[in-house]
Each structure stands twice: as C-alpha cells, then as structure tokens.
C-alpha cells in the first residue's frame, strides 16, 4: 500500500520497531519505576510541545501520547509476558501511529485530507491484521506442540484462516483509500474508478 507522504514515517514505525525481549516478571519496585519513567519522560515531552502552536502543537502532543500507551503496553509486556501481551505492543503502535498520521492529515483539505486520513486507517488495519495473524500462529504453534497427532493439522488450518482474514482485511482497508480517490473525480471517469476499485478488492 502507497501511503500519503505524511503517513510514511509513522506507519515505518510501526513496521520497524521490534517488540522488547521479553524478561523475567518484574518486582513490584521495578515496575513501579518504569511507570514512573514513562509518565516523566511523557510530562517533558508535552512541556516540549507548548513551544509549538497550531496543528504543530497538537502532533508533537499526540505523538506524546502515543509515545506513552505503546512504552506501557511494553511494559506490561515485560511484566508478564505472553503471545497476547505482544499482540496489545503492536496494536499499541499501530494505534498510536495511525492517531499521529490522522493529525497531520489536518494539514490538508479536501479530498487529499480525506484520502490521508483514509490511507492512515488502513495503515492501522494491516497492521493489527498483523498483529493478530502472529498471535493465532503462535497459538496454533503451542496447540501442536502439545499434541502433534491430533494439532498438527488443526493449528495449519487455523493459521490459514487467520492469514486469509488478515488479507482480507488490508485489502478492503485498500478498497475504502481506493474510493476515497474516486470521490475526486466525477462523472464517467469516477465511474471507471469505482469500478476499477472494486475489480481489485473482489467486489460484486
């Protein structure tokens, strides 16, 4: 997916950050301390931010924000380690990264604002998709090693739906940024677009 220039650095982040390597659980001191690191370092961010004004100010403030409920999510992560507890990490990101993209698409107007914004959510969507395909794979993985007889074909069949619905789900996102551009046109030449659109996603 082509995303609008504005959206291409937050969505990498997504893509480029990697989930913290998971640790013992930790003692109630040190947990508390790295809540407390957090909440400071998201304090003197916002403090950073009220140089700025207009849409300027509300992006840094939001990419504060986002900055804090994915280094929570981690945290939680490290306290008590799971394969759902990294699926929130990357839902985490891939939230945080579409609520900064949707902010700075305020800079634009228009059908170009709307197809942004478009685009930011299907950023998010393929990246949850993502997230949640790693999480059934590691299910189906830990179902098949406790019984390899019976599991073995069952976590396959199970992977396989969740890569299906993880494409299917990017692919409509794609559909809706695809008619978003269409509604920029008029006349015979949106009515090719639209059915163009809907050639590429399967739609009827």
């Not at 959206?7 to 990697?18: E, P």
């Not at 013992?24 to 009220?50: F, H, I, N, S």
């Not at 990490?89 to 609520?99: F, G, I, L, N, P």
């Amino acid at each position: 997916m082509k995303l609008h220039p504005l959206n291409s650095l937050a969505f990498a982040m997504v893509l480029g950050f990697g989930l913290a390597a998971h640790a013992q659980t930790m003692t109630k001191p040190d947990l508390k301390m790295a809540r407390d690191g957090v909440e400071k370092d998201y304090k003197a961010a916002k403090v950073a931010c009220d140089s700025l004004s207009g849409n300027a100010k509300k992006i840094c403030v939001v990419e504060a924000k986002g900055n804090e409920k994915s280094a929570q999510a981690e945290i939680d992560a490290r306290n008590k380690p799971s394969a759902n507890a990294d699926r929130k990490v990357r839902d985490a990101k891939a939230e945080a990264a579409y609520d900064l993209a949707k902010q700075k698409c305020q800079d634009l107007a228009g059908n170009p604002k709307d197809v942004c914004i478009k685009e930011a959510k299907a950023g998010e969507t393929a990246a949850k998709a993502d997230a949640k395909l790693q999480l059934k794979t590691t299910e189906a993985n830990s179902d098949a090693r406790k019984d390899t007889n019976k599991a073995t074909s069952t976590a396959a069949e199970k992977v396989g739906e969740a890569r299906n619905e993880a494409a299917a789900d990017k692919v409509d996102a794609q559909y809706k940024v695809e008619l978003e551009r269409c509604d920029a046109l008029a006349g015979p030449a949106k009515a090719s677009c639209v059915a163009q659109a809907k050639s590429r996603a399967g739609k009827s």
